[in-house]
């Protein structure tokens, strides 16, 4: 069993920045694909960023290009979201997921194998 802990949100102004890090402890034998999803109030849940098993590949939605970088630190069981020049509608509850039984990503949070509890991220002046 792998456990995932999101933090490193909060409130910010727009047009600030934030790292979210996603945590991996517990059987971590195994360098699994990993993702941030979000959800704002009263929408669904979303896929934001993804990166491949090996690292080599990418995915951000459209309306985060150019400004969120995801990375991953396997050494530290670490995956990070950087997220600059952040929006008021960038604010909601943000999600890592981890999935060993796949090489990219998965569009929908509850299939992947692990998932957090989620870390808020305001943004508002």
């Known amino acids: 069993q792998e456990h995932l802990v999101e933090s490193g949100g909060g409130l910010v102004q727009p047009g600030g920045s934030l790292r979210l890090s996603c945590a991996r402890s517990?059987?971590?034998?195994?360098?699994?694909?990993m993702a941030w999803f979000r959800q704002a109030p009263g929408k669904e849940r979303e896929l934001v960023a993804a990166v491949t098993r090996n690292g080599n590949s990418v995915y951000f939605t459209d309306s985060v290009k150019g400004r969120f970088t995801i990375s991953r630190d396997d050494a530290k069981n670490t995956l990070y979201l950087q997220m600059n020049n952040l929006k008021p509608e960038d604010t909601a509850v943000y999600y890592c997921?981890?999935?060993?039984?796949?090489?990219?990503?998965?569009?929908?949070?509850?299939?992947?194998?692990?998932r957090g509890q989620g870390t808020q991220v305001t943004v508002s002046s």
């Open positions: 517990g059987r971590t034998f195994s360098t699994p694909a």
């Open positions: 997921a981890a999935d060993e039984g796949i090489a990219t990503w998965r569009d929908y949070f509850q299939r992947y194998q692990y």
